[in-house]
């Protein structure tokens, strides 16, 4: 092919402008969260310090940010962990032959496309039809004291898996499909029972990948907002106060806000990566009897 | 050998497996959107919605959408208003996208720095998009580094007022959020294409351009659709990009819906959402007969 033509040098610099344009603005409000106590929205930055930090930490002026990142926090570990079990008994159903599997596919992508707003609509409507049937038909000793059935870990929750299941599911046919499956066949024909095959020998050699859906589910879940809006009862989750925010607050506060959630994001993406390095040194170590574990 | 099934995990029977995942998309997503269409025809009062049938919630959204053409009425500006965003940030992402995926496709040479150039794409989504929205304040702003750039180097005389809260922003915000949706798919169509193919066509004294534009734009064209679909349905389905950019002048299709519902008026929310939901249908089965999006998952 020769040496480079002059084409990648126009795209090289494309590129670099693409990742500045990605890059560029999220520096500026991390830079700009360090903002001194009498700096504003903007530069120039009047000295630097941790003030903004403090004043969230406190939770001075802004309502109940730590509550909602709580919420957020469990919220998104539950989610995390449903997606993990439930998209991989979905992705196992799959190598299988089963009724209504392609039904259950084309509903799942749907998912992912239909507007987030009517799914969070639809399931408001549910709820809340829900507790006009409890008030008026349920056994009083529920209803004695029931104001709603929406919340966080109901509608909130069911909300959210409807977002993250279906990536969760097409990470298992990625995973799949590049799955060999003649270890599975040596370990039956060595007399493995069906949960042995899938214990010692299929979950071990998938656990990576299957740590990295668990890692997706939580970042999904815990940015999520377009769904979440109609869906979470009384209770916001933290990216919902951060939009609610973006109206009223006129302080860097919010740009601490920002850089605090980012660096949740990314801390979670750096236990994973290292859970995941720790598993593949396992496998290393132990490559030549991986069942035995 | 003690179990006879085929590949795949557990004997347990595969409706059993996924059945988990069915329930959750039963019960979260399939009843909810029967719930939309058959309240969207119910009857509403300043109270509480009436479960009698109506189609009032539907002709109300159209009311004297007939009588006043050929202007258009409040409804309809905002679904073309909505579809000129889409349009416009369809063609920004794909010209962006398809740039970038190229390169990354076809002019990186190791796999080792593709992976590394990708991952440097990649890691922007893991950021709340309301925190990559407001980041563009301090550089689009009155005061901010666009502005002064362009009054010191005495290129305007007062700052601009059109970069932040205007359908500028709106879209300037979607191609920096979405993107990434266009890079992924793209890219991968393109790294499945055989490369001896570009080898023969260069051989056969194909130009870089005709190579481009007969070989690799064709081929590319399912991972192209994909991420059509999905920036498109988001742009029609979007109002917090529209709020938080738009400074919460600009209508949408999707900020429609949601301000019926904070007024608790479910019925029209609902016939909103019906409307919403059939237009982004009619766009994707536009789309699915270019490709047939199944075969190429």
Redo the contacts between chains.
């Keep these: ?1 020769g040496d480079r ?1 002059p ?2 040098y126009w ?2 610099a ?2 670099g402008a ?2 500045l ?6 520096i ?2 991390f830079i ?1 969260s360090f903002q001194g106590p009498t700096g504003g ?3 120039p930055l009047n000295g630097l310090s941790v003030h903004w930090f403090e004043r969230l930490w406190r939770g001075g002026g802004i309502v109940d940010i730590s509550g909602a990142f709580q919420r957020s926090l469990e919220l998104g570990a539950v989610v995390m962990i449903l997606t993990v ?3 991989l ?2 992705g ?10 392609n039904l ?1 596919f084309f ?2 992508v ?2 992912l ?7 969070s ?6 709820f ?2 829900l507790d006009d049937f409890l008030k008026n038909h349920g056994p009083s000793w529920l209803t004695g004291d029931l104001k709603t059935t929406m919340g966080t870990f109901t ?1 909130g929750l ?2 959210h ?2 977002w993250t ?1 279906p990536f969760g ?2 990470v298992m ?1 990625a995973i799949f499909n590049r799955f060999d ?1 003649r270890y ?2 040596a370990a ?2 060595q ?5 042995q ?2 214990r010692y020998v ?1 979950l071990p050699i998938i656990l990576p990948s299957v740590i990295g859906v668990g890692l997706f589910g939580f ?1 999904l879940s ?2 999520e ?2 769904r979440s ?2 869906a979470m009862g009384e209770h916001n989750t933290l ?1 919902m106060e ?2 609610a925010l ?2 009223t607050v006129t302080t860097p506060e ?2 601490a806000l ?1 850089t605090a ?2 660096g949740v ?2 801390a979670v ?1 750096a236990l994973s990566i290292l859970s995941i390095a720790m598993v593949r040194a396992r496998q290393a170590r132990h490559g030549s009897d991986a069942g035995e574990a | ?3 006879k ?7 347990v ?6 059945m ?3 329930l ?2 039963l ?10 269409v058959i ?1 969207s025809f119910w009857d509403y009062n300043d109270y509480e919605m009436l479960p009698s049938f109506t189609t009032r919630s539907y002709t109300e959204n159209f009311e004297g959408c007939l009588a006043q053409l050929p202007d258009l009425c409040t409804v309809l500006k905002t679904y073309v208003s909505t579809a000129k965003f889409c349009f416009i940030v369809w063609a920004t992402t794909l010209i ?1 996208g398809f ?2 995926a ?3 496709a076809f ?1 990186v040479r190791t796999t080792t720095m593709q992976m590394v ?1 990708f991952l ?2 990649t890691i ?1 989504f ?14 689009l ?1 009155r ?3 666009v502005n ?1 750039a362009l009054t010191r180097a005495n290129l305007v005389d007062k700052p601009v007022e059109w970069l932040l809260y205007s359908p500028f922003s709106v879209g300037l915000a979607f191609t ?1 959020l979405f ?1 990434f949706f266009m890079v992924v798919p793209i890219f991968n169509s393109m790294m499945r294409i055989d490369r001896r193919l570009v080898e023969a066509a ?1 051989d056969s004294g194909a130009s ?1 351009w005709q190579t481009l534009w007969n070989l690799i734009v064709p081929l590319s064209k399912p991972g192209i659709v994909i991420g059509s ?2 920036v498109v ?1 988001i742009v ?5 990009t529209f ?2 950019m738009g400074g ?1 002048q600009i209508a949408s299709a ?1 900020k429609v ?2 301000t019926r ?1 904070n007024a608790l008026q ?1 019925p029209p ?2 016939a909103n ?1 019906v409307i ?2 059939a237009v ?1 249908l009619l766009i ?1 089965v536009g789309l699915n007969r270019i490709v047939d999006v199944r075969k190429e ?1």
């Excluded at chain 2, 099934?5 to 004997?11: N, Q, V």
């Excluded at chain 2, 019960?27 to 939309?36: E, K, M, S």
């Design positions: 092919m033509s084409a990648f795209l090289a494309f590129f693409f990742v344009f990605l890059y560029g603005p999220m500026v409000i700009l929205l903007t530069f079990l439930l998209s008994s979905a196992l159903a799959f190598r299988k032959r089963f009724a209504g599997s259950l509903v799942a749907a998912s496309i239909v507007p987030s707003i009517v799914t609509l639809g399931i408001a409507l549910e809340r039809l509608s069911g909300a898996l409807t299941l599911l097409l046919f499956s599975e066949e039956r024909d007399g493995a029972t069906s949960w095959t899938l299929i970042t815990w940015d907002i377009a809006s109609q990216p951060l939009q973006t109206t919010i740009y920002g959630t980012t994001s990314f993406i | 050998m003690s179990s099934s085929a590949i795949g995990g557990t004997g029977p595969g409706w059993i497996q996924a988990p995942f069915g959750v998309f019960f979260f997503f399939i009843i909810p959107l029967i719930l939309v309240v962006i740039t970038v190229y390169f990354l002019h150039l440097l794409c922007p893991w950021t709340s998009n309301v925190i990559r929205m407001i980041s563009w304040i301090p550089l702003g005061n901010g580094l002064l920096h993107t260069y870089g679909i999905f349905t029609m389905g979007d109002f917090i709020d938080v919460e999707g819906v949601e519902l479910f929310a609902a959402a919403l939901l982004t994707i998952l």
